[in-house]
């Protein structure tokens, strides 16, 4: 069975500062790569995936994610963070093939607090 | 408007009574799923169905029993024999009509046992 090790639990930075919050995952094969983002209040959002191609993908709002393969890591970057980024970040990742229910493997999630 | 919906937002239930969460989609989505999120520990699957009338048990489906009567609704009864029911519970669906399968979460419940 795969899991997810988000090893930030609390990021706390000013507005403008660069962002890497780190996902790593242990699972030998193929994986569909996730980031979530919750938002005070809110509902779970997708941010990005990856699910092949390019390792380098982009998603909303300005985020980015790396697909490191040989170091089994999905880490999550912004160059400059925004008071509205504040919210709880969490790394999914689950195992193709496609065509049947495959359940989402949560890492435990970092809260980012950016301050004015 | 398409998406997910989730009542109540909020629950109060006496310890010793079952509750039943409602998740509703209108995305004609195949598969549905059961999360309950605590804090500092991100999301655990409860319970998963990929077509109507079929279901299949998560990591911790002990207290917790589900059904698919239709497509669209896939509602969660928290009943008396979860030990820990006080948490965040976030239903989500998925259409699996492709390899690169996203799933999509509704807004939520909170359960408070008092």
Same mark, same amino acid.
């Given at each position: 069975?795969?899991?997810?090790?988000?090893?930030?639990?609390?990021?706390?930075?000013?507005?403008?500062?660069?962002?890497?919050?780190?996902?790593?995952?242990?699972?030998?094969?193929?994986?569909?790569?996730?980031?979530?983002?919750?938002?005070?209040?809110?509902?779970?959002?997708?941010?990005?995936?990856?699910?092949?191609?390019?390792?380098?993908?982009?998603?909303?709002? /300005?985020?980015?994610?790396?697909?490191?393969?040989?170091?089994?890591?999905?880490?999550?970057?912004?160059?400059?963070?925004?008071?509205?980024?504040?919210?709880?970040?969490?790394?999914?990742?689950?195992?193709?093939?496609?065509?049947?229910?495959?359940?989402?493997?949560? /890492?435990?999630?970092?809260?980012?607090?950016?301050?004015? | 408007?398409?998406?997910?919906?989730?009542?109540?937002?909020?629950?109060?239930?006496?310890?010793?009574?079952?509750?039943?969460?409602?998740?509703?989609?209108?995305?004609?989505?195949?598969?549905?799923?059961?999360?309950? =999120?605590?804090?500092?520990?991100?999301?655990?699957?409860?319970?998963?169905?990929?077509?109507?009338?079929?279901?299949?048990?998560?990591?911790?489906?002990?207290?917790?029993?589900?059904?698919?009567?239709?497509?669209?609704?896939?509602?969660?009864?928290?009943?008396?024999? =979860?030990?820990?029911?006080?948490?965040?519970?976030?239903?989500?669906?998925?259409?699996?009509?492709?390899?690169?399968?996203?799933?999509?979460?509704?807004?939520?419940?909170?359960?408070?046992?008092?």
């Amino acid at each position: 069975a795969q899991s997810v090790s988000q090893h930030n639990h609390h990021v706390i930075l000013s507005e403008a500062a660069s962002l890497e919050l780190g996902c790593n995952y242990s699972y030998g094969g193929t994986v569909n790569l996730f980031w979530y983002v919750q938002y005070p209040g809110q509902h779970l959002q997708l941010l990005l995936k990856y699910f092949s191609g390019d390792p380098l993908v982009k998603g909303i709002k /300005g985020f980015e994610a790396e697909f490191i393969k040989s170091k089994f890591s999905f880490n999550l970057r912004k160059p400059s963070v925004q008071w509205s980024d504040t919210a709880e970040y969490f790394c999914a990742v689950n195992v193709p093939p496609g065509g049947s229910a495959r359940q989402l493997t949560f /890492g435990s999630g970092t809260q980012l607090t950016v301050l004015p | 408007d398409g998406g997910i919906t989730q009542s109540p937002k909020y629950l109060f239930r006496k310890e010793g009574q079952n509750v039943t969460l409602s998740c509703e989609q209108n995305l004609n989505h195949d598969a549905m799923y059961w999360y309950r =999120q605590d804090p500092g520990q991100g999301l655990r699957l409860i319970y998963y169905s990929q077509i109507v009338n079929d279901f299949q048990k998560g990591d911790i489906a002990e207290g917790y029993s589900v059904s698919r009567e239709k497509k669209e609704s896939f509602p969660l009864t928290v009943t008396s024999a =979860q030990k820990n029911p006080t948490a965040f519970y976030l239903c989500a669906s998925s259409p699996l009509r492709s390899f690169e399968d996203t799933q999509y979460f509704g807004p939520g419940t909170r359960l408070t046992v008092l």
